[in-house]
């Protein structure tokens, strides 16, 4: 997890656990006007791409496969595979007179094709299609429903890292296996939050993420694809 994180950030973990520790040690000192202003959460759930074709260019050298647009028969997620979809938020909420909060999301999924296009051995994002996303949240506290719960509606934007796997025909040598900043990451989201106190809730979401992939190919070509990711959570918030 910490991996994936600090590679996307383009720092190594020592310097990254470093300011996230200057951090907790500035908010643990404030002022007491400062308090619940922040909170974390941490997220499981499922997520559920879309059909989207597979675009490859100059990679029949090395990949065997032919420029063109190919079709996966659709996209599925593997949520409960290892690394399973989860995800870390932290979110920041400048006064509690008004309803606009604003969030750091980091969000791990898996995309594999239904089916291998044009006899490629692997394509598959299942080390993570992720992403690092600014969001601003509008929550509408005055708003509950069902006793205790209020719902919350965001828009996002920021970066995808997946890991990009693909693997040429049985008479080709390509091979790619790495993590790429990919392109810009778009998403939607809307939710329900459930407080038990003043320090914890739980919370539902629905999200879509847009991530146009556009990846390159080792020794020589490129993958180019859209991603629509239907994605479902519950998740625990901790405020301070």
């Known amino acids: 997890m910490f991996e994936q994180i600090t590679k996307m950030l383009n720092v190594s973990f020592f310097p990254l656990r470093s300011k996230f520790v200057v951090i907790l040690l500035f908010m643990s000192f404030s002022n007491t006007a400062y308090a619940k202003k ?72 898996k995309i594999k094709p239904e089916k291998l296009p044009a006899g490629i051995r692997r394509l598959e994002f299942t080390d993570g299609l992720n992403t690092l996303t600014i ?62 106190n003043d320090t914890w809730e739980i919370f539902a979401e629905y999200r879509l993420t847009f991530t146009p992939i556009d990846a390159t190919l080792v020794n020589g070509g490129n993958l180019k694809t859209d991603i629509l990711n239907n994605q479902v959570s519950l998740g625990l918030i901790y405020k301070f």
């Open 135 to 196: 969001n601003a949240l509008y929550n509408l506290e005055d708003s509950y429903f069902l006793d205790n719960f209020f719902p919350y509606f965001g828009i996002g934007i920021g970066i995808s890292y997946p890991h990009v796997e693909v693997t040429g025909t049985s008479s080709s040598t390509g091979r790619t296996y790495d993590y790429q900043q990919t392109g810009l990451a778009y998403q939607v989201m809307g939710g329900l939050v459930f407080p038990f």
């Open 38 to 109: 922040y909170s974390f959460s941490i997220y499981g759930g499922v997520n559920h791409p879309t059909h989207s074709s597979a675009n490859f260019k100059g990679a029949s050298s090395s990949y065997g496969i032919a420029d063109g647009s190919y079709s996966t028969d659709g996209w599925k997620g593997d949520s409960f595979k290892s690394p399973i979809y989860y995800g870390l938020r932290l979110n920041y909420r400048p006064t509690f007179d008004n309803n606009w909060s604003f969030a750091i999301d980091f969000n791990h999924s």
